[in-house]
């Protein structure tokens, strides 16, 4: 039953503009996906509309795959552990969980 309470909302993330322009016009956010289940997460999916960056995002580690983004290439995600990655825009993204399976 513990993996009933690893809902979507059992996921933080945090944006952070870094202080650091990618060309002339576009600021460098770092996103920090968190897991705060006590189980394992795998196959995180966020939604993000209109997502976009000027610099290359690692596909491992952040992707588009149907109509959400993956996290890591669905691989496992320890509880209290995060996956950080990088984008570049002229505005931050609203980044939002969209589903998850848990591993108890």
């Known amino acids: 039953m513990a ?3 690893c809902l979507p909302s059992s996921i933080d993330i945090q944006q952070t503009n870094r202080g650091k322009m ?3 016009l576009d600021t460098v956010f770092q996103v920090t996906v968190t897991n705060r289940c006590m189980c ?3 196959n995180v999916y966020l939604h993000s509309d ?3 960056s000027s ?3 690692d596909p491992k580690v952040f992707r588009r795959a149907g109509s959400g983004y993956l996290v890591s290439n669905g691989r496992r995600i320890p509880s209290s552990k995060s996956v950080t990655f990088h984008y ?3 505005h931050y993204f609203k980044m939002t969980p969209a589903s998850l399976q848990a591993e108890c």
């Open 3 to 5: 993996s009933q309470q």
């Open 22 to 24: 990618a060309g002339a």
């Open 40 to 42: 394992i997460m795998k």
């Open 50 to 52: 209109g997502f976009s």
């Open 55 to 57: 610099t290359p995002v």
């Open 88 to 90: 570049a825009w002229d």
